[in-house]
């Protein structure tokens, strides 16, 4: 039996539908996101100055959002500008939270308890 041309659409259509994912992204996007977010972290981690495992790194579209906690405003600023410099990057979000060694982790710097 022949597949008409409406079933071969049809079936491409439906093999076609997984390419986007729930979050609204191609395969390709979502690939390319992978590859800045590994790449923002990869700098992190080989820059002493910054604290790589305590920041989360997400991309979406390119947007790259950095948040966790670092130790000091300088160790922010390095992050942000490693993440700045991946090739990719079209924008740094920063959520990243101050909290010097010793501060408790639910007292934000600047607060009294």
Do not use: H, Y
């Not at 972290?41 to 920041?55: E, F, Q």
């Amino acid at each position: 039996m022949k597949p008409s041309c409406f079933t071969s659409l049809l079936l491409t259509l439906l093999l076609a539908a997984p390419l986007v994912t729930a979050c609204g992204k191609t395969v390709g996007e979502a690939i390319d996101d992978t590859t800045i977010t590994t790449r923002v972290k990869t700098a992190m981690l080989n820059d002493p100055s910054v604290g790589g495992l305590r920041i989360d790194v997400d991309t979406f579209k390119g947007v790259v959002t950095l948040s966790g906690r670092v130790k000091s405003q300088a160790e922010k600023e390095q992050a942000m500008l490693l993440a700045r410099r991946v090739s990719g990057v079209a924008e740094v979000k920063d959520a990243l939270q101050v909290l010097p060694e010793g501060q408790p982790p639910g007292v934000a710097k600047g607060q009294n308890q």
